[in-house]
């Protein structure tokens, strides 16, 4: 009897597997094929590896390297501001009683209501005058305007759950306020902090907005915005923008595998401590 419901349970994965792993298959195959396969012939369901060398001199034209490094500044710099700050914002309203807290809580709130677009042309006027246009670290601000609400609510509700008298020992044994946010408090909600990361790197890892308004130089473009820059007038090598969308998505794929086992590890933990 339990040999049926293991039999269904793999046959799930391996459907579950199928079903996810197509797509990044598909963003492969359309690598390695030439553009008048996809125009004119139709593509080919197989890895045509032939045609691997021609793919990569196309993409070898473009700084491809520098966008994912470009990439790779902004999603981390939005990930630690984000987090720096929601720990702070986040412990402040859940452990502190002060006037205007409710406003505080709402204005956080509302800043997730606001699109980005309304606020593009201010930004814009600002950064001007800030000198923080064509600078990848403007472009982190800019992100960590709209991450820093989410990871410091994610943040305020995994510190409510945690009993007071914990850190009212740490206080016994001369643990400063600081120390125990960070030796304490903040250990105990990883996984809360691990979810918190996931947000506000994919937050920055996606960025496009921003970046194709502030940013002139194609040097310091993200790889968001040198995909589209493929996109032109009379042709668009379809090859090269999934050869280089392929690229552009391990990196998450990667960091998001990592941050994922943290968090089940964390669960896991407090559900035998519980």
């Not at 939005?78 to 720096?84: I, K, M, W």
């Not at 209501?113 to 403007?138: D, H, K, Q, R, T």
């Amino acid at each position: 009897m339990t040999m049926i419901p293991r039999l269904l349970h793999v046959a799930l994965v391996v459907v579950l597997v199928i079903f996810g792993g197509f797509p990044v298959y598909w963003m492969a195959s359309t690598a390695l094929s030439t553009n008048a396969e996809l125009y004119n012939t139709g593509q080919s369901a197989g890895l045509q590896l032939q045609n691997l060398p021609s793919l990569l001199s196309e993409l070898s034209k473009v700084p491809l390297l520098r966008w994912l490094t470009n990439t790779s500044i902004v999603a981390l710099g939005t990930t630690v501001l984000s987090l720096t700050l929601g720990a702070l914002a986040g412990y402040a309203l859940s452990r502190f009683r002060f006037r205007g807290k409710g406003i505080i809580g709402f204005l956080l709130f509302m800043t997730q209501v606001v699109p980005e677009a309304l606020i593009l042309v201010p930004l814009y006027a600002m950064f001007i005058s800030l000198g923080l246009l064509n600078s990848l670290w403007g472009l982190v601000l800019a992100n960590v305007g709209f991450s820093l609400p989410v990871a410091a609510f994610i943040i305020k509700g995994a510190i409510d759950a945690v009993p007071y008298e914990i850190e009212e020992a740490a206080a016994v044994d001369n643990c400063p306020r600081f120390g125990v946010l960070t030796m304490v408090i903040l250990p105990i909600i990883a996984p809360s902090l691990a979810a918190a990361a996931i947000i506000a790197f994919f937050a920055g890892w996606n960025e496009y907005l921003f970046a194709a308004t502030f940013l002139m130089d194609n040097t310091m473009w993200p790889a968001s915005v040198g995909l589209a820059s493929f996109i032109g007038q009379y042709e668009t090598p379809l090859s090269a923008v999934m050869g280089a969308a392929l690229i552009f998505s391990l990196p998450a794929v990667v960091f998001f595998l990592i941050i994922q086992r943290k968090i089940v590890a964390g669960i896991t933990s407090g559900a035998v401590k519980g």
